[in-house]
């Protein structure tokens, strides 16, 4: 149990183009998500927070304008990387977490979505 | 402010050596989480282990221990008899009990080689 998927995998888009991930968590009721960056060879940063039905909360020095998050339903987050550039390329990584017991504060992570912009 | 520090950039052994991958930690906090999750080339997280703030004993699992020693703040890793498929970058994180936030240490990158 507790798996989380994300689509695509892997994305390349051209500069300039907007992209969506989508982060699901298939066999739980996901009431907050979260949005990770990670660039080559670095850590992975928090982006925002995203509560179900509620704007999301980023972090100091994240565009919320350019990166759009939607937490429209328990089991699903977007991530919409809108007008990308090539410095938005890097490995975006979601987790999920629900406050149901036994699970409550466990986060669990997808595979990343590995993104490219030309 | 919260912050855990991976003094250990990157790693390299040879396989059957036991290596030992450190973790300190800062927190004002005195109910927190602390995590170890590998990383492989693939890039999914594998979580390897958690262990709250009130719970200090050491634990092994197989060929992974864990040292947890809150009076200094530090929370090593350490695998016994390295195996070429512990390959991977190795990251501790902390997390408080309210806002559910992980801090991510910068990771320590392993290489075993045959």
């Known amino acids: 149990g507790a798996v989380v998927s994300q689509h695509p995998s892997w994305v390349i888009c051209k500069s300039g183009t907007s992209v969506k991930i989508e982060c699901r968590s298939l066999?739980?009721?996901?009431?907050?998500m979260f949005w990770y960056r990670q660039f080559p060879k670095q850590s992975l940063m928090l982006m925002a927070t995203?509560?179900?039905?509620?704007?999301?909360?980023?972090e100091q020095g994240v565009e919320k304008d350019k990166f759009l998050i939607n937490h429209a339903s328990l089991t699903l987050s977007t991530l919409t990387v809108t007008s990308a550039h090539p410095e938005d390329s890097s490995f975006y990584i979601c987790?999920?977490?629900?406050?149901?017991?036994?699970?409550?504060?466990?986060?669990?992570f997808g595979p990343g979505t590995r993104l490219t912009v030309t | 402010a919260q912050k855990v520090t991976q003094a250990q950039t990157e790693i390299s052994v040879v396989e059957k050596e036991d290596v030992t991958l450190d973790c300190v930690y800062e927190?004002?906090?005195?109910?927190?989480?602390l995590f170890w999750y590998k990383q492989p080339p693939s890039g999914e997280l594998v979580f390897l282990i958690r262990?709250?703030?009130?719970?200090?004993q050491n634990e092994i699992s197989g060929r992974y221990s864990w040292n947890f020693q809150k009076s200094t703040s530090s929370f090593n890793f350490t695998i016994t008899a390295s195996q070429v498929v512990d390959s991977a970058v190795y990251f501790c994180?902390?997390?408080?009990?309210?806002?559910?936030?992980?801090?991510f240490g910068t990771g320590t990158r392993l290489l075993v080689s045959p």
């Open positions: 987790s999920a977490t629900s406050g149901t017991s036994g699970r409550a504060n466990e986060q669990y």
């Open positions: 066999d739980f009721q996901a009431t907050t």
């Open positions: 995203s509560n179900e039905g509620s704007k999301a909360t980023y």
């Open positions: 927190t004002r906090d005195t109910t927190y989480y």
């Open positions: 262990r709250n703030s009130f719970d200090e």
């Open positions: 994180v902390l997390r408080d009990t309210g806002f559910q936030k992980l801090v």
